[in-house]
């Protein structure tokens, strides 16, 4: 089993930057595949970015791309989410995501391990 935690969301300007973290435990996920999503009340989980176990590949929603960047540090088990550029409508509970065959698209039902998520809160 694949423990996820999110870490650093929080309340941020328009304009503003954040950068999420989540810790994995329980078994290494270096060969997995990570993705970011994010969920707003009464909507869908959307896809946000995904990264390849090796990291040489990135996959972005198109309303993030050129302002976020995902990244993976595989000693350390972790994968980041960096945010810059922060918009209102970025507002949303951020989950981590975990696929052990090693998936790296925008289908959240090809993760098998899911974090708790973290708020993200962008004010206007």
């Known amino acids: 089993q694949v423990q996820l935690v999110e870490s650093g969301g929080g309340l941020v300007q328009t304009g503003g930057s954040l950068r999420l973290s989540c810790a994995a435990s329980?078994?290494?996920?270096?060969?997995?595949?990570m993705g970011w999503f994010r969920q707003t009340p009464g909507r869908e989980r959307e896809f946000v970015a995904a990264?390849?176990?090796?990291?040489?590949?990135?996959n972005y929603a198109e309303s993030v791309k050129g302002r976020f960047i995902i990244s993976r540090d595989n000693a350390k088990n972790t994968v980041y989410l960096q945010m810059n550029s922060l918009k209102p409508e970025d507002t949303a509970v951020y989950y981590c995501?975990?696929?052990?065959?090693?998936?790296?698209?925008?289908?959240?039902?090809?993760?098998?391990?899911w974090g708790l998520g973290t708020q993200v809160t962008v004010s206007s």
């Open positions: 995501a975990a696929a052990s065959r090693g998936y790296e698209g925008s289908y959240y039902e090809n993760y098998d391990y």
């Open positions: 990264i390849s176990w090796t990291a040489s590949r990135t």
């Open positions: 329980g078994r290494t996920v270096s060969r997995y595949g």
